[in-house]
């Protein structure tokens, strides 16, 4: 596999500023955010601040902010706070909810197939992925889950770029493994089970 059919991870991540971020080409704002993402993981975690509470705290030295500054941009004929207009265009609305209608179908369809149509192969898969999240949960908090996301996503895709024929090759050998794996249990158990579809 030569340098020009590399996959591009920068188009992969969406070409743009995220991108960007995510693969330390601006570098700077990498750091800033993993900076503000370690001082809200250890305020949630180590400190135990709650986080309804540091919502609401943010939000009332809002609001007293931007009240004492109306306040004295009056008395002092200085300009008002400059505020943008807030409020949610009825086409955000529509977006955001035809967006989640799409999840919720998906889900939705997923539930019937294992219900009506009777899908062991789709039971077992879901239940394994409810599983493995109960456990993941089970070992640390979502926050702290959260914070090695963002981790993860600062690091991975910088290494997947600069390492990507290797671990192409490792992860293609694995999944040759793991689909072999698969058809042996499929041959052996999986297909010896008595199920009689639902119609």
């Known amino acids: 596999m030569g340098e020009s059919s590399r996959f591009s991870v920068h188009l992969a ?32 975690e180590i400190a135990g601040y709650n986080l309804l509470s540091f919502i609401s705290n943010v939000l009332l030295l809002l609001v007293a902010i931007l009240f004492f500054w109306g306040k004295s941009a009056s008395l002092l ?44 192969r789709l039971f077992a898969e879901v239940a394994i992925l409810l599983w493995v999240i109960s456990y993941i949960g089970s070992l640390c908090s979502f926050f702290t889950l959260v914070y090695i996301d963002v981790l993860l996503s600062f690091s991975l895709p910088v290494l997947y770029e600069k ?3 290797p671990i192409d090759d490792k992860l293609s050998a694995a999944y040759n493994i793991a689909q072999l794996q698969y058809r042996k249990i ?8 008595p199920f009689k579809k639902i119609q």
């Open 13 to 44: 991540l969406g070409g743009g500023a995220v991108a960007d971020v995510l693969l330390w080409r601006k570098w700077y704002r990498g750091v800033a955010f993993l900076v503000g993402s370690t001082a809200l993981w250890f305020l949630f």
């Open 77 to 120: 004929n200085r300009p008002l706070p400059p505020l943008p207009s807030l409020e949610v265009s009825e086409e955000t609305a529509l977006r955001v909810a035809d967006e989640m209608r799409v999840w919720v179908n998906y889900a939705l369809a997923i539930a019937h197939d294992i219900v009506i149509g009777g899908s062991l």
């Open 163 to 165: 390492y990507q024929k």
């Open 186 to 193: 499929d041959d052996k158990i999986l297909r010896k089970l």
